[in-house]
């Protein structure tokens, strides 16, 4: 008997460590790719097919690499990603039709009166959502459109296109009408005027009729992000009643880039622990709203706050240096069985 109950423990223990974190939970789990790497990296390139069951592109769906030049569209490493996307079965989330960032040159030399600007986003929209029509779930259609004081951030967009948000979702709805649209922004845990601006445009659109059907949080958060102000943005997003996507999650350690900072035990299971809120809190939203959680990057090596940001001493995520799964990751398995 004794034997049996052994066994059965061992047994336990080891499917525990074998399970994954997308069978844990009920909503798509995904991460932001980058074509290179699944390419080049066979450990990078396994976890990519094994543990999501959605995927973003990191970059190559942004203006500035899949429209080079004005009468040049490129295509060919998005469609590499939707291709690995597709055949190992997961969805794939488009990212990012309009933004700030990441604008070509020619944009931004870009000569013409509101009509000629009009054009020129209109077609960016349309090509770039023809192209992925019926192949992609949803497009965070505007990313970023607001300052932390809840003013509209000036942007070439904003600032050649009267009420651009707005016609950029129609203009996306009328190349993929099946297509789920998302406004995209981050931060705006304990920055209530720029959530506030966030839910005003929400409201302000769907009472026009314009298509919108989800809130993207990016979710670059850190480890003594407070918990309250985290639920507080969680609460009043769910509460728009549109899909809720946790779009680019990371959670930073040592934000404010010590270059002594010594990634111990105790910081990462502070970190696991608010991995462990992040989806629980996320779980609580109601399943018909859940869009899903994209972690931004797989493993702590590639993750943008060490490129992008230059934070050498950095550990962002669920997957360690060498590609294995970090303690946070079984933590975070072990609490959403406890909790169902
Ligand atoms: C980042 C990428 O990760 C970097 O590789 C790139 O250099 C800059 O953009 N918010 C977004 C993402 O919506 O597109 C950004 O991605 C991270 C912040």
């Known amino acids: 008997m004794k034997l049996i109950t052994l066994l059965l423990g061992f047994c336990y223990c080891l499917s525990a460590q074998d399970a994954n974190l997308k ?54 490493k998005g469609d590499e990603i939707l291709d690995f996307a597709k055949a190992s079965g997961k969805r794939m989330h488009g990212h990012t039709l309009v933004w700030h960032n990441q604008v070509p040159q ?58 651009y948000i707005a016609k950029s979702f129609q203009w996306a709805h009328e190349a993929d009408p099946a297509a789920i649209l998302f406004y995209n922004d981050y931060g705006q845990d304990g920055k209530p005027k720029k959530m506030k601006a966030i839910l005003d445009l929400l409201t302000d659109l769907k009472r026009r009729g ?83 959680i994209t972690f931004w990057n797989i493993s702590d090596k590639d993750s943008w706050l060490r490129g992008y940001f230059k934070r050498p001493k950095e550990y962002p995520l669920l997957f360690d240096d060498n590609y294995k799964r970090k303690p946070a990751y079984s933590s975070l398995i072990n609490s959403l069985h406890t909790s169902n």
């Open 23 to 76: 069978d844990a939970v009920k909503f798509p789990l995904g991460a932001s790719v980058n074509p290179r790497m699944l390419n080049e990296n066979e450990a990078y390139r396994n976890i990519a097919k094994e543990e999501w069951t959605s995927l973003t592109a990191e970059n190559h769906m942004k203006m500035m690499l899949i429209h080079p030049a004005a009468d040049r569209f490129d295509f060919t």
């Open 106 to 163: 020619w944009m931004k030399d870009f000569q013409g009166d509101q009509k000629a600007w009009e054009e020129l986003l209109k077609n960016h929209i349309q090509t770039v959502a023809s192209h992925y029509k019926g192949k992609i779930a949803g497009w965070d259609v505007v990313n970023e459109s607001f300052l932390d004081d809840g003013s509209l951030r000036p942007s070439l967009w904003a600032d050649h296109i009267p009420d």
């Open 210 to 292: 314009i298509p919108i059907h989800g809130l993207g949080l990016q979710m670059h958060i850190n480890v003594d992000s407070k918990r309250n102000e985290l639920q507080e943005v969680l609460d009043k997003s769910a509460a728009t009643g549109l899909k809720i996507h946790l779009s680019e999650l990371d959670i930073a350690v040592n934000p404010k880039n010590n270059p002594d900072f010594v990634y111990d035990e105790k910081v990462a299971s502070a970190q696991a622990e608010q991995f462990i809120f992040v989806f629980k809190s996320y779980q609580k939203i109601p399943a018909a709203q859940q869009y899903g």
